[in-house]
């Protein structure tokens, strides 16, 4: 119930294409689900978060898309670029707990 | 804004000894702290949520009497590491909340490296 699941585990992209990652959930009670970036040896930082209510939120070549009734959040990077190549890890939490729960991250390789 | 600050950044250790880890918020008051642990290519795993004045709660299989959590401010909470083994090598990351629908800050981490 409190498990986020994150897919692919590692992705390849060309400079310029789209990467898509994918998070699930069971928990129903999640109300935040945020997206970090995370370079080695560095802690994660917010990329884009979006609560349930919306169903897609963009910022700059960022995109949210969130499926309520499947229970489905995804982040999509345009233009990628090699800059982008880090570890991308989804999040859940609820306001009652104020817990944030990790998927177990993508390892994002963008090819010049 | 939203700064947290995490120190040290790396520090190695001989075996038996205690590490002390430091996460300050340096820009808002975090009423809540969040200590995790981090394995090589792995996700990070919340060892222990710590509220201002009171005491740390810990998941499950964190051991409490090894891993001291205070958070006797609203800009500052510790983690030490007691008797610091070879396996208790990890990165280890803050995190302070900024309450509800204020998201979560996180500092840059520390290396501990055991020997």
């Known amino acids: 119930q409190q498990q986020v699941k994150q897919s692919p585990q590692s992705l390849i992209v060309q400079k310029g294409g789209i990467s898509i990652i994918n998070c699930a959930y069971e928990?129903?009670?999640?109300?935040?689900f945020p997206w970090y970036q995370q370079f080695p040896g560095k802690g994660p930082a917010l990329l884009i978060a979006i609560r349930p209510d919306v169903s897609e939120k963009k910022e700059g070549r960022f995109t949210i898309s969130f499926n309520k009734s499947a229970k489905q959040f995804s982040l999509h990077i345009m233009d990628s670029q090699p800059g982008d190549s880090a570890t991308y890890f989804c999040?859940?939490?609820?306001?009652?707990?104020?817990?944030?729960?990790f998927g177990q991250g993508t390892t994002l390789q963008v090819k010049p | 804004g939203a700064v947290v600050s995490q120190h040290p950044s790396w520090v190695i250790c001989k075996s038996g000894t205690s590490v002390k880890i430091e996460c300050r918020s340096l820009d808002f008051q975090a009423t809540t702290m969040f200590w995790y642990r981090q394995f090589p290519k792995k996700s990070l795993m919340l060892m222990a949520t710590s509220n201002e004045g009171s005491k740390a709660t810990y998941e499950q299989g964190v051991e409490k009497d090894k891993f001291l959590i205070n958070h006797a401010s609203l800009t500052l909470s510790t983690l030490t590491v007691t008797s610091a083994h070879p396996e208790d090598s990890s990165f280890y990351i803050c995190s302070a909340s900024r309450g509800t629908g204020g998201g979560y800050t996180f500092g840059s981490g520390t290396r501990l490296t055991v020997v």
């Open positions: 999040a859940a939490s609820m306001s009652n707990t104020g817990k944030l729960i």
């Open positions: 928990n129903t009670a999640f109300d935040y």
